[in-house]
């Protein structure tokens, strides 16, 4: 189990998480968390399931917008050949999927047991051409995963695709990374647009197969003011 330093838990978060695995026979068992600043919402990791176990599939579907680490408790043989990254930014996309994957059974616990804390100056809301680079990279290597084994998945993660593709190309200087730039654009160029998508996602991507050029340098205009 993991704890950051800014977050806090609920009382029976230990035991109610070996809980269910010791009753369930699970390797993982995940659990809803509590977002939030000062009045913390709950973050539902499945609406519509019932605490038990669940698929594979079904568990994966929770790392295509958030790849928390620190609403699940996991058997430590998982780890045996696995590993965070080491001095990398958003190391829990690079690693929590590998974890599901590799567990032979994995159960739900419908309760919020730990309290996620946002922060204005955390990583998450700080882009940096560093930061922007490891997420692009991490959310591109669970992408071509869902392709591979899930392509149910791999739909659904799109829109998160051309998103982090546009930042990916805003924050990155075009001297850098050549291989990965060529990924974001040709996602941005490729990729298929869906119905679920927000709209002014869509228009911008639409936008960028037309006028690549322009699209990109009013992103970026945008996105670079509002960070700083």
Known sequence: MFVDSDDYVCKDFCQAA?????????????????VGTRVPYTRLTFNKLNCGCITKEEALSTTINASFSVNKIYKSTLFKN????????????????????????????????????????????????????????????????????????????????????????????NTDNSLLIDQAEDNLKSLPLQKTMEVKWIIMTRLYRCFPKLTLRLFKKKVLHKNY
């Open 82 to 173: 696995i590993r965070y990254p080491l001095n990398i930014l958003y190391e829990d996309i690079f690693t929590t999927y590998k974890l599901i994957n590799t567990a032979n059974s994995i159960s739900y616990i419908k309760k919020p047991l730990y309290y996620y804390v946002q922060r204005d100056n955390s990583t998450v809301h700080h882009f940096t051409a560093q930061s922007m680079t490891s997420y692009f990279e991490a959310n591109q290597e669970l992408f071509e995963f869902f392709k591979l084994n899930y392509p149910k998945l791999a739909s659904k993660m799109i829109d998160s695709v051309l998103q982090g593709s546009f930042y990916f190309l805003a924050y990155v200087d």
């Open 18 to 34: 070996y809980e269910s695995v010791w009753m369930n026979h699970t390797e993982i068992a995940i659990f809803d968390i509590n």
